[in-house]
């Protein structure tokens, strides 16, 4: 059989109101369109539902059957319908996002703390992890979006740019590059550096602007390659080597004992949110969405923080 859930529909009204034209009008079709679809429906059964009379319409006892039937069937469609036309509008559950570590500490806790405010049925989940495990869990669906450090490949992404962050030195105060307002990436040339290891996001730009200006393994020998920035830090106040860093890998408040310097001409890295292409995000990630886009386009805005807000855009493109 191929009955269609209009036909069901325009039965039940007819069934209700016994008249070919009030049934047409409530529901928006014509008195043909009425008669016709239910002439298909009879077709279809096999069986005559109604005795049409020059006043009104009657139902058969199969009619009669048919109506009874139908009304709760009906009935709990229609509340389908409403409960995922809702679902789809709603924001709540747990939405779990996923953070390469620098980013973690330095842009999510805001974020987290604005999700509470302004979503309260709306649990953010953070999943701190290396660049390349945030990655596989975005594209393995274990969380609803990540924020990273551009990636090299988004060929299976999509990806919308939150903020442009400038490299910066790290040097003990009282090294001779502490007396620059800004440092010339040459100058760099002969100091061993301690930088952050292959498996953070940024250490393949890193690596492409040493070089670019000279500062290769060759004439920058890289001593160590750590996992964590404050382990950096404590090797340069050590005096191992000199670091290069994303600016939003520095505190606030500063690193007492070391220097910040800008490193010119500035270098900046991308830091993107992340999702599956052609995957829609729930209602409630949506909005996840929006306000970790929010708070990060005002964090340093209304700080002077070392990062600069990309322009808003109201959906997620590719980058490169």
Same mark, same amino acid.
């Given at each position: 059989?191929?009955?269609?859930?209009?036909?069901?529909?325009?039965?039940?009204?007819?069934?209700?109101?016994?008249?070919?034209?009030?049934?047409?009008?409530?529901?928006?079709?014509?008195?043909?369109?009425? /008669?016709?679809?239910?002439?298909?429906?009879?077709?279809?059964?096999?069986?005559?539902?109604?005795?049409?009379?020059?006043?009104?319409?009657?139902?058969?006892?199969?009619?009669?059957?048919?109506?009874?039937?139908?009304?709760?069937?009906?009935?709990?469609?229609?509340?389908?319908?409403?409960?995922?036309?809702?679902? =789809?509008?709603?924001?709540?559950?747990?939405?779990?996002?996923?953070?390469?570590?620098?980013?973690?500490?330095?842009?999510?806790?805001?974020?987290?703390?604005?999700?509470?405010?302004?979503?309260?049925?709306?649990?953010? %989940?953070?999943?701190?992890?290396? %660049? %390349?495990?945030?990655?596989?869990?975005?594209?393995?669906?274990?969380?609803?979006?990540?924020?990273?450090?551009?990636?090299?490949?988004?060929?299976?992404?999509?990806?919308?740019?939150?903020?442009? +962050?400038?490299?910066?030195?790290?040097?003990?105060?009282?090294?001779?590059?502490?007396?620059?307002?800004?440092? /010339?990436?040459?100058?760099?040339?002969?100091? &061993?550096?301690?930088?952050? +290891?292959?498996?953070?996001?940024?250490?393949?730009?890193?690596?492409?602007?040493?070089?670019?200006?000279?500062?290769?393994?060759? *004439?920058?020998?890289?001593?160590?390659?750590?996992?964590?920035? *404050? *382990?950096?830090?404590?090797?340069?106040?050590? =005096?191992?080597?000199?670091?290069?860093?994303? =600016?939003?890998?520095?505190?606030?408040?500063?690193?007492?004992?070391?220097?910040?310097? &800008?490193?010119? &001409?500035?270098?900046?890295?991308?830091?993107?949110?992340?999702?599956?292409?052609?995957?829609?995000?729930?209602?409630?990630?949506?909005?996840?969405?929006?306000?970790?886009?929010?708070?990060? %386009?005002?964090?340093?805005?209304?700080? =002077?923080?070392?990062?600069?807000?990309?322009?808003? /855009?109201?959906?997620?493109?590719?980058?490169?």
């Amino acid at each position: 059989m191929h009955i269609t859930l209009r036909q069901l529909q325009v039965f039940q009204h007819l069934a209700q109101g016994h008249n070919f034209s009030q049934t047409g009008t409530s529901i928006g079709l014509t008195q043909p369109a009425v /008669s016709r679809s239910m002439v298909e429906l009879e077709a279809q059964l096999g069986v005559r539902l109604l005795d049409r009379t020059t006043r009104e319409v009657l139902l058969t006892e199969a009619g009669e059957l048919l109506a009874q039937r139908i009304a709760p069937l009906l009935q709990e469609l229609d509340d389908a319908f409403h409960e995922v036309a809702d679902l =789809g509008h709603a924001a709540r559950g747990t939405v779990r996002v996923a953070s390469s570590p620098t980013l973690s500490a330095a842009l999510m806790p805001p974020c987290i703390a604005a999700c509470a405010a302004h979503l309260p049925e709306v649990r953010l %989940q953070l999943v701190d992890r290396l %660049q %390349q495990d945030v990655l596989a869990q975005v594209r393995s669906g274990e969380v609803h979006f990540g924020v990273v450090v551009e990636p090299s490949d988004t060929g299976d992404l999509d990806c919308e740019t939150l903020l442009h +962050d400038p490299f910066v030195l790290v040097c003990p105060a009282q090294h001779a590059l502490a007396r620059e307002q800004a440092v /010339s990436w040459p100058l760099l040339r002969g100091s &061993p550096l301690v930088l952050l +290891d292959h498996a953070s996001g940024s250490r393949r730009l890193m690596d492409a602007v040493l070089a670019e200006h000279g500062c290769g393994p060759e *004439t920058c020998p890289v001593v160590q390659e750590v996992g964590h920035v *404050t *382990t950096a830090f404590r090797m340069v106040e050590a =005096g191992i080597g000199l670091s290069v860093m994303p =600016g939003q890998a520095i505190p606030p408040a500063g690193l007492p004992g070391l220097a910040v310097r &800008p490193l010119a &001409p500035e270098r900046l890295r991308a830091i993107m949110l992340v999702r599956r292409r052609q995957r829609s995000l729930s209602s409630a990630a949506d909005k996840v969405w929006a306000i970790v886009r929010q708070c990060a %386009q005002s964090l340093h805005a209304g700080t =002077g923080g070392p990062c600069y807000a990309a322009p808003r /855009s109201n959906e997620p493109t590719k980058e490169s």
